[in-house]
């Protein structure tokens, strides 16, 4: 009788070990669970640390919302190690290769980053999250690839294009309440075919040095203009004073002229006569000149 209440016992300190051990769960710092009852979805607890739940009756799923999630298109990761440069890749032919706006092929490899933001939505709301998700990002991107030229996705615009593959992405996310966050694409490597890998390498070459002379030029042109300027200024100051001095001279004259003339009408006749035999002198330096007078006396007049 002892043995049988001790098993009793033993089966009921059991039971309340596994009901306490499914009434209580730990929640870690950058996670958050969806709490689900009879299946329907009731809550989602986002305190970290130890938390209560029904036994039995509720089901949790835990989401890790700090985590960064990663996809690869046309190529995948077949050793990540701790370092960037000892990873190894192997392509993916069949997802990297594109069509582009001038209707060339480029192989591009692309990487997309991106959060849980809204746990609910991710768990329930779309049907194979993961790879719904793979395939409207690699629609994404050959939409966006395809609206631009080879040249824009090798350098031009890059970054520009990573942009708007970004954009696109979450758009369509948001449009399915996927409850994902895009934080990031990468156009990790973009290449012509290796048929013409060749050629494109001698154009890319060609328009760095277009861009070195491009750039050449323009350094000497910011040396010249300078000096173009500073000549100019001093030609202008020149100019200027020139003028100024000109205007102070016939200042100079105007007023000369105008005390003559204040001269001239306080003695008309005698200026006159005085100006008319200046002039004579003038002209006629050196002649000997002989005036008549009106009662036929002559007399001569020195104009030395």
Known sequence: MKAKKGIIGIVIVLFLVVLLSQSFYTINTGQEVVIQRFGKYIGT?????????LPFIDTRTVV??????????????????????????????????MLTGDENIAI????????????AN??????????????????????VIASHTLDEALTENKSGIQS???????????????GVKIVGVQLQDVNPPQEVDKDFRDVAGAREDKNAYINEANAHKNEIIPLARGEEASLINEAKAYATKRVEDAKAQVTAYQQLYEQYKNGTDVTRTRMYL?????????????IMEDNGNMKLLQMQ
Do not use: H, W
């Open 45 to 53: 607890e986002t305190q970290p640390g130890i938390n209560f739940k």
């Open 64 to 97: 890790d919302v700090n985590r960064i999630y990663r996809m690869e298109f046309g190529f995948s990761t077949v050793n990540n190690t701790s370092t960037s440069t000892d990873m190894q890749y192997e392509d993916d032919f069949t997802t990297s290769k």
């Open 108 to 119: 591009v490899e692309t990487i997309v980053q991106y959060q849980i933001k809204d746990p």
């Open 122 to 143: 991710y768990v329930f709301k779309v049907n194979d999250i993961q790879g719904t998700l793979r395939t409207v990002a690699e629609s994404a991107i050959r939409r």
């Open 164 to 178: 708007e593959i970004m954009q696109d992405l979450q758009s369509i996310c948001d449009k399915y309440d996927s």
């Open 278 to 290: 200046e002039t004579m002198q003038e002209v006629l330096k050196g002649v000997e000149i002989y």
